[in-house]
Nanobody, 118 residues
């Protein structure tokens, strides 16, 4: 059974940086497309970033382009979301997701809280 475990959330001031990590287990990691989503209080969950199994393709929501970077290390079964120049509107619970193809995710982590203070 695939399991995803996120870490790295926390409280940071606006303009600061955080690095989120997601460790994958229970399958062949390189075969899974991975993504990050977030959900703020009272809002729907939204797509943040995605990366293909090889790492050769990435995609981002417009509001994080140039500030966030998604990457993966297939030897370590880990996907990372580097978040720079954080804004209060980035405050949310961030979830790692994995699945057989781009934006087709059927496995989810438990989430990690990111809070950006102004």
């Amino acid at each position: 059974q695939v399991q995803l475990v996120e870490s790295g959330g926390g409280l940071v001031q606006a303009g600061g940086s955080l690095t989120l990590s997601c460790v994958f287990s229970g399958g062949t990691f390189r075969r899974y497309a991975m993504g990050w989503f977030r959900q703020a209080p009272g809002k729907e969950r939204e797509f943040v970033a995605a990366i293909s199994g090889s790492g050769g393709f990435t995609d981002y929501r417009d509001s994080v382009k140039g500030r966030f970077t998604i990457s993966r290390d297939n030897a370590k079964n880990t996907v990372v979301l580097q978040m720079n120049s954080l804004k209060p509107e980035d405050t949310a619970v961030y979830y790692c997701a994995g699945g057989p193809a781009y934006r087709q995710y059927n496995y989810w982590g438990q989430g990690t809280q990111v809070t950006v203070s102004s």
